[in-house]
């Protein structure tokens, strides 16, 4: 069966400082990828999807990229941190074959910067 | 371009009384629908979708969803609720657009 990992699972960085959040998918070959945010009260905001290595599409313009180094590897990334960073991300998977792009998803990681 | 809205933002309801949680989309063309769960601090789960055929469709944990064509809606339902239903429910649809667009979410709130 298929899982997905993310860590760290809770984050606390000063405004600033970088950021390196990681998203692993097991049990699925050729996955499209997902990372979306959720700030405080807010629906989910979808930031970057990746349809293979190396491919990365940008949903908003800011100050976080997304890097795919391997198929079922999906990195998150900031040089300097904004206080409106903060929220919590999700990475997600569906089939790169399937025509209605069920997710899957996985526990998140909470940013807090200060 | 597609849109989905979930029309209530905060629904509180009394445990074992049944609930609804609203949602309508826009799309120029068919759509696949989908309800997730998210409880405090995890990530989304699915409730149930809609692909084709029947257009009522039951998922998880009693929910049950009926896909409304001519309303261009698809609304969750669940008879009788448990305190454990507590959490945020959100509505996505895949029509014309590469990936899901997910509504605003509706927060329900089971009160004892």
């Known amino acids: 069966s298929q899982t997905i990992h993310q860590w760290p699972a809770t984050l606390v960085q000063p405004v600033g400082s970088p950021l390196s959040l990681e998203c692993t998918v097991e049990g699925t070959s050729n996955p499209n990828l997902y990372w979306y945010r959720q700030a405080a009260g807010r629906g989910l905001q979808l930031l970057f999807y990746s349809v293979g290595i190396g491919q990365i599409s940008s949903e908003v313009p800011q100050n976080l990229s997304a890097s795919r180094p391997q198929d079922r590897q999906f990195i998150l990334s900031s040089k300097k941190l904004l206080l409106s960073d903060s929220g919590f991300y999700l990475c997600?998977?569906?089939?790169?074959?399937?025509?209605?792009?069920?997710?899957?998803f996985g526990p998140g990681t909470r940013l807090t910067v200060l | 371009a597609q849109s989905v809205t979930q029309l209530d933002s905060q629904v509180p309801v009394f445990e074992e009384a049944p609930v609804e949680l609203r949602c309508n989309y826009s799309s120029s063309v068919s759509v696949y629908l989908f309800w997730y769960v998210q409880y405090p601090n995890q990530g989304l789960q699915l409730l149930l979708k809609y692909l084709s055929g029947s257009t009522l469709v039951k998922g998880i944990n009693g929910f049950e969803a009926e896909f409304n064509k001519s309303q261009t809606s698809f609304h969750l339902r669940k008879p009788s609720v448990h305190i454990s239903d507590t959490a945020e429910y959100f509505c996505a649809v895949k029509g014309s657009a590469r990936q899901l667009t997910f509504g605003s979410g509706t927060q329900l709130t089971v009160l004892p």
């Open positions: 997600a998977w569906s089939s790169g074959s399937a025509s209605y792009n069920e997710q899957f």
